[in-house]
């Protein structure tokens, strides 16, 4: 169920313990939940060989939450699942700093995907569009007789388009089947659909179908967030001409991006270090989602550059959106297979997938921005070290007390900070 206030103040600070049991309390999680969330091998045998194939283990990642999100004047705290250090606290600090504008606001697509059917061997594609389109309303019906919730609950087939392509194997007529998914991802629907209406439509065309599928290019399925964040609140001290600097080197990091697709690559991994956490973390196929933001990109730009915008407003704001597809879900698929996918949906308190497609975009804004403001100031490398100087202890050797130790030793100094130089400090910690 969704929380009251995402403002949890000492937060990192608790152990993993005491974190888990407050997290439980405000989300009110059942103690299945609970459960699942503390057992390190939260996945067992039987529930992993019915998600893939040939199964001979599992693989455990961290799950942190972020705070501090206001969405469409909503709180949440948000699940993030990966393994690098410093995203979760750069995503918080962010969502923190746009509270006095309200924080972040949505504006989505329905939840439409498509499926693609593709005719070969058509000999008069005008003619065949023609027929397509006066057979619309069968094609439609028959796409819509399968027994299913998400028909009964108002979605199914919605539309059909044909496009005619050119290809090195010769002309191609593309079927596209517009499916309101509702809460589902859809992937199995509109692939189901697909195969149904395929043998009507070679019928239809005199063609040979190959292909039946959807497409993970959701252009229709577009989530939209934007937030804004005052000079005050982008400066550590609260100074206004501190903020405008920082603002201004936001912004000329951001163009950067924009120019520059050796860099927009960068600056969007970071976006999906956002997304893609909050999509593993909630059983979503993560893959399909960074497929579609990186391919959107290129599909609405005309080449591959930045997933964000950031600009400045009239105040002297920094003014951040993000469009791009979501196809994610709510029902079916690992989350609702998946034990820990199933307690992060119940810490999030999401009702419909597009409440959700509107967190994972909030997420990725705000990590964006993370990423861009610790570039335009400290440098990426400060941010990361304070957790992953641990992991080099740990790799080192050190033990106990002596990882902490070792870290703070390495973080407190001047000059590169290696892993021969983490080796030498712990062996001058044992002499």
């Known amino acids: 169920m969704p929380v009251d206030n995402s403002r949890l103040k000492g937060f990192y600070k608790l152990d993993v313990e005491e974190r888990r049991q407050m997290i439980a309390e405000l989300a009110s999680l059942s103690e299945e939940h609970v459960a699942a969330l503390a057992a390190n091998g939260e996945l067992d045998d039987a529930s992993a060989d019915r ?23 909503k709180h949440y705290v948000i699940p993030f699942c990966l393994e690098e250090s410093s995203v979760v606290a750069a995503a918080s600090n962010m969502a923190k700093r746009c509270h006095a504008m309200g924080g972040f606001t949505s504006n989505n697509d329905a939840p439409m995907m498509i499926a693609q059917i593709q005719l070969l061997d058509v000999d008069d594609h005008t003619r065949a569009i023609e027929q397509i389109a006066q057979s619309k309303g069968e094609l439609m019906d028959l796409a819509n007789s399968l027994p299913s919730t998400m028909i009964r609950l108002g979605g199914g087939c919605k539309n059909i388009t044909t496009r005619s392509l050119e290809t090195l194997s010769g002309p191609m007529l ?217 992991n080099m202890a740990v790799s080192a050797g050190a033990i106990g007390d002596e990882i902490e130790r070792v870290a703070q030793q390495l973080i407190s100094e001047e000059g590169p900070k290696t892993q021969t130089r983490v080796a030498e400090i712990l062996e001058e910690l044992r002499k």
């Open 51 to 73: 998600m893939i194939e040939n199964v001979i283990g599992t693989m455990s990642l961290p799950v942190g939450v972020a705070t501090n999100f206001i969405i469409d004047e």
């Open 174 to 390: 593309i079927v596209h089947i517009h499916v309101d998914c509702r809460d589902a991802m859809g992937a199995n629907a509109v692939n189901t659909m697909a195969e149904l209406l395929a043998p009507e439509l070679e019928t239809i065309t005199s063609g040979r179908s190959l292909l039946r599928i959807l497409s993970n290019l959701a252009t229709q399925r577009l989530a939209r967030v934007s937030a804004t964040f005052t000079p005050e609140e982008m400066s550590n001290s609260g100074d206004r001409s501190d903020g405008v600097s920082i603002i201004e080197g936001i912004l000329e990091a951001h163009h950067f991006a924009m120019a520059d697709p050796y860099r927009a690559t960068t600056h969007n991994k970071g976006v999906m270090n956002g997304i893609s956490a909050v999509a593993v973390a909630c059983g979503q196929d993560w893959r399909a989602v960074e497929a579609g933001c990186h391919a959107y990109v290129a599909y609405h730009q005309g080449r591959y550059g930045s997933m964000t915008h950031w600009e400045k407003d009239a105040k002297g704001n920094l003014v951040g959106t993000i469009e791009t597809p979501m196809a994610v879900g709510i029902v079916g698929g690992a989350s609702k297979v998946h034990p820990v996918a199933r307690a992060n949906l119940e810490i999030l308190g999401v009702e419909s997938a597009q409440e959700l497609a509107s967190v994972m975009a909030a997420a990725g804004l705000a990590q964006n921005l993370g990423a861009l403001r610790a570039l335009a100031t400290s440098g990426i490398q400060k941010g990361h070290m304070r957790l992953h100087a641990k």
